[in-house]
């Protein structure tokens, strides 16, 4: 069952590597994703999810596909662990 597409925008900052991530929801699994506008540098994690499943930048409101988003090398998807509590 697939779910609308999220932002973790009230998380904490997450770090990894020196760079900061936020959660996104997508298609029932979870992704974290650079906080870095590809166009311009801003940070992805305050903008919006629009109907399309794309993903628009608060600070100059460029439009990035997630597909495109979750196709980066540096996005990591988390997976279950066995034996993880549900």
Known sequence: MTT???IGA?????YRDGQEYFLLGHA???????????HRGGPLKFGVVNGD?????PLHHGVFKIAQLLAQPS???LDEQPGAAP
């Open 4 to 6: 609308a597409s999220w």
């Open 75 to 77: 996005t990591i998807r």
């Open 28 to 38: 029932d699994r979870l992704y974290l994703v650079l906080n870095r506008c590809p």
């Open 10 to 14: 009230d998380l904490p900052p997450i």
């Open 53 to 57: 499943d794309e993903i628009v930048c």
